[in-house]
């Protein structure tokens, strides 16, 4: 298990960009100009700094990790509309009613309390506000692009990886892991019926975000065997990885490498009326 807290994992989130193919569908979904955005485990701010970049007038990252929150500042600090707060998701400390937007990627699959995290979240938000939670439930960590699991009538444990769908060599090598995500990951219904219960109405979408365009293969191993941004391999131990590393090696092209992953966004919208949401 990643240990947030370390030194070393400072910067395993930290060092991208988001893709175009996440801002538009976002964008899609809420029109962030001139708005207040908080960033709930914002991590290495990366989607912090994306959020300024679509309009965002301000934007508060809210991290559990001290070494992350200071990669994140050493990074993004020098805009002084972004700032970055040391709380816990469930419990920020942030005022009631700070933010136009709240947005929480890669986060929940953490939380072992979803309640918890959904009441926070909509705390945050002001009257018509607009709460995006953009995670992965474990039909997408093992669903390759472009192929349906119900229409190809397969499993989960039987998808196949390849050089857009990395991750499922890392399922074949080591089977447990898919055991391990499908233990961490949230159901759609669990995490909807958690906001709901929140006071918020629930629209879910499905996004195939670029993780990342690798410009060839050892770029994407040398990714690989640092970690990066990949919580599931702090399930393997070092000589593990290195095996994997090798797998990789033996079924990647040479030439460049564009991984994508599809995840699940639960778009949460609060009453325009106070009156009509949570007391």
């Known amino acids: 298990m990643i240990d947030f807290t370390a030194a070393h994992n400072a910067r395993t989130y930290s060092g991208r960009r988001a893709h ?19 960033d709930l485990g914002c991590g290495g701010g990366i989607y912090s700094r994306a959020w300024r970049e679509l309009g965002a007038e301000r934007v508060i990252g809210v991290d559990s990790s001290a070494p992350i929150l200071a990669s994140a500042t050493a990074e993004h600090g020098a805009d002084p509309q972004i ?20 947005f929480s990627r890669a986060l929940v699959h953490h939380l072992p309390d979803l309640r918890a995290f959904a009441e926070e979240a909509r705390r945050l938000l002001r009257p018509g506000g607009t709460l995006i939670v953009q995670d992965r ?24 990886g390849d050089a857009r769908h990395v991750r499922g060599w890392f399922f074949e090598a080591f089977p447990r892991l898919l055991q391990v995500e499908a233990a961490r990951r949230p159901g759609a219904q669990e995490l909807t019926e958690a906001l709901e219960e929140a006071g918020v109405h629930v629209e879910v979408s499905t996004l195939w975000e670029v993780r990342a365009e690798h ?3 050892e770029s994407l191993l040398a990714d690989v065997a640092a970690r990066t941004g990949r919580s599931i391999l702090h ?14 090696r033996a079924q990647l092209p040479e030439g460049g490498v564009t991984e994508v992953d599809r995840w699940t966004l639960w778009t949460a919208r609060t009453p325009q009326s106070s009156s009509s949401g949570q007391q």
């Open 235 to 248: 399930e393997l131990d070092d000589a593990e990885l290195a095996r994997l590393v090798d797998v990789l």
């Open 137 to 160: 439930t474990v039909e997408d960590v093992s669903q390759p692009a472009d192929v349906d699991l119900a229409a190809a009538h397969l499993t989960a444990a039987a998808l196949p």
């Open 20 to 38: 175009p193919s996440w801002s538009a569908h976002v964008t899609g979904l809420v029109d962030p100009r001139a708005s207040v955005v908080v």
């Open 215 to 217: 410009p060839d293969r």
């Open 83 to 102: 700032t970055f707060h040391r709380g816990d998701a469930t419990a920020t400390g942030l005022p009631e009613a700070c933010a136009d937007v709240v």
